[in-house]
């Protein structure tokens, strides 16, 4: 992967990012429980942690300085309640969000690893690696709730099958 192909790339990682940013900044703006709030908040900052990351490749690369490793900090762990599920699956804004992310989460993990097959600086490499990682989690993680919030969801809702 060349400097122009590799800021290409790292520029609609960057748009990615921000997508995920704003998804989940408007679920935080309608959640109402404080288990939700601290779950899409968690997302938010992770989230802008990743947008962080990949400015300063950016920077790195359009100022043709010699790639480094960053300190990456690793996502936590996330259990999720009975409550927490119930909220998700009870709001139809917030079980939108999750729907919605989980999209962006499977574009995010696909794109970190057809970027990681490409890239050639081994720098690069890794930090793409460890974003597939992250991304992956994210991904299975929004998998789980959806599917644990998704009989509230019909409840709340009405909805029976056909």
Known sequence: MKN????????NAMRGEMDSINIYKNA?????????IKFFYNMVEE???????????????????KLEAIDTKDTENMIF??????????????????S?????EKNAFEFYQRSFDQAEDEVL???FEKMVMWE?????????????AENTYWQKNRFEPF
């Open 4 to 11: 122009k192909e590799m800021i290409t790339a790292l520029k």
């Open 28 to 36: 935080l703006a309608n959640a109402k429980d404080e288990e939700v």
């Open 47 to 65: 989230e802008q942690r990743h947008y962080n990351y990949l400015i300063e490749y950016y920077q790195t690369i359009t100022n043709e300085k």
């Open 81 to 98: 309640s009975e409550n927490f599920i119930k909220r998700i699956g009870s709001n139809q804004m917030l079980f939108s969000a999750i």
């Open 100 to 104: 919605v992310a989980t999209l962006l």
């Open 125 to 127: 490499k890794k930090f």
């Open 136 to 148: 992956k989690k994210h991904y299975d993680d929004l998998i789980k709730i959806a599917d644990e």
